[in-house]
Each structure stands twice: as C-alpha cells, then as structure tokens.
C-alpha cells in the first residue's frame, strides 16, 4: 500500500504564497498519477490539481493560473504551489495517488494523505 504524508499548510494572508508537499512512502511513486483535492468546512471535497507520472498537469479552473502542480520522482514527493491565495481557498488539502488518471481526478483512488489545513485570511 501507498502512504503519503502532507505538509506545508499553515496560516498565510490573502495574495500570499504557499507550498505543499506530499511524501509518498512507495517505491514505485514514479508509476503512480497523483492529485490533490481539498475541503472547506461542510462542503463536499473538490478536486485542485493533476499530475501524470510524465509531468503532464491539469487544474481545476478555480485554481488556474494561481497553483502548479508539480513532482520530484528522485524524492517521491508531489508539491503543490500556490500564490495569489484568497480567503475561499481556505480549506484542508488532501493528496492522493493511483494508476490512472481516471481514478485519481474523479475522487476514487485507494491512497489518501490525512491532509495539511491551508488558512487564508484577510
């Protein structure tokens, strides 16, 4: 099994930047599409990011231009970089990983991280 572990969230002003990680324990991460979702208190969790094993990213269009999605596979660890941040991307962000795209951006994937809680205030 895949256990990933998030971190980087914190406390940060409306405009500002923040950078997630998410450490995968698995040693054939380089195999694995990763993603990242989030949820705000009672809301549904909404999908944020893609990433391929090649590099290839998608954004959900809340977050584009704002937050890339990237991933280093000589450290097995996916990131998440985000700027120009506003008070509704507050929320707890969550890593996934599984073997195809498909799995990962509709929510369905078997390996979760127990997520990083990102605040945006004003």
């Known amino acids: 099994q895949v256990q990933l572990v998030e971190s980087g969230g914190g406390l940060v002003q409306a405009g500002g930047s923040l950078r997630l990680s998410c450490a995968a324990f698995?040693?054939?991460?380089?195999?694995?599409?990763m993603g990242w979702f989030r949820q705000a208190p009672g809301k549904e969790r909404e999908f944020v990011a893609f990433i391929t094993r090649i590099g290839i990213t998608y954004c959900a269009d809340s977050v584009k231009g704002r937050f890339t999605i990237s991933r280093d596979n000589a450290e097995n660890t996916v990131y998440l970089q985000m700027t120009s941040l506003k008070p509704e991307d507050t929320a707890v962000y969550y890593c996934?990983?599984?073997?195809?795209?498909?799995?990962?951006?509709?929510?369905?994937?078997?390996?979760w991280g127990q997520g990083t809680q990102v605040t945006v205030s004003l």
């Open positions: 996934t990983a599984g073997s195809t795209a498909s799995v990962v951006t509709s929510g369905r994937s078997d390996y």
């Open positions: 698995e040693r054939t991460f380089s195999s694995y599409a």
